[in-house]
């Protein structure tokens, strides 16, 4: 049983769509991460919430809107995506401030954009 | 900045062969390692990790023992499983504050039987 659970697994969405991902940890962690996973590219760090604040974006379109109302839940507010955009979008936590704590991941959202 | 760097895949092995996946990674502090798994259909899964010099982290008989001086974090198995298949993912976490893991590109491995 994962600590980190992400809804839907699955998303198939046109480009003027609105939809959100969910991503909630069962961790008591502090920080919680969005990464984009595309065939054939490396894993990229999107968005990094300490205590709430968002601490990192890392030049991600505007079309992607990250919320974390408190440290168990965050989403990811998608509108108006492009094909490329088509990819799985992972969810982490961890305890941050403590240097040596892995991330926990959720199975991620599989992304499809028609 | 801080990197990791992982053998290309994709990495082709028969059951009950001998798996060795390399890893360099760059810091400017001290970090630790971390190895973690992908499987089909799934999120990262944290395989293994060591936090300092000469530590030796182990899970599910893979093993990977950090080496300051050749900072490398080389994961190995002594007889892979079909069961192993999937992408592994080496990744460094500085041990100074709130930074995020820094992950390598991840190496493929398909174990046939």
């Known amino acids: 049983e994962t600590g980190v659970t992400q809804t839907p697994r699955h998303l198939v969405m046109g480009m003027t769509n609105k939809k959100s991902l969910k991503c909630e940890q069962h961790l008591g962690h502090n920080a919680m991460y969005w990464y984009k996973q595309s065939a054939k590219k490396p894993l990229e760090l999107m968005f990094v919430?300490?205590?709430?604040?968002?601490?990192e974006n890392n030049s991600v379109p505007s079309r992607f809107s990250p919320e974390c109302p408190n440290s168990s839940h965050l989403f990811l507010h998608l509108h108006t995506l492009q094909p490329e955009d088509s990819a799985l979008y992972l969810c982490?936590?961890?305890?941050?401030?403590?240097?040596?704590?892995?991330?926990?991941f959720g199975d991620g959202t599989r992304l499809s954009i028609l | 900045g801080d990197s990791v760097t992982q053998m290309e895949g994709p990495v082709t092995l028969s059951e009950e062969a001998f798996l060795t996946i390399n890893c360099t990674y760059t810091?400017?502090?001290?970090?630790?390692l971390f190895w973690y798994v992908q499987y089909p259909g799934e999120g990262l899964q944290l395989l293994l990790k060591?936090?300092?010099?000469?530590d030796k982290g182990s899970n599910k008989g893979f093993e990977a023992t950090y080496r300051k001086e050749t900072t490398s974090f080389q994961l190995e198995k002594g007889s892979v499983q079909v069961s192993d298949s999937a992408v592994y993912f080496c990744?460094?976490?500085?041990?100074?504050?709130?930074?995020?893991?820094?992950f390598g590109k991840g190496t493929r491995l398909s174990v046939i039987a």
């Open positions: 990744a460094l976490n500085l041990n100074s504050g709130n930074t995020p893991l820094v």
């Open positions: 810091a400017t502090g001290y970090p630790s």
């Open positions: 982490a936590s961890s305890q941050a401030g403590e240097g040596n704590q892995p991330q926990h």
């Open positions: 060591a936090t300092k010099a000469d």
């Open positions: 919430y300490n205590f709430k604040e968002q601490t």
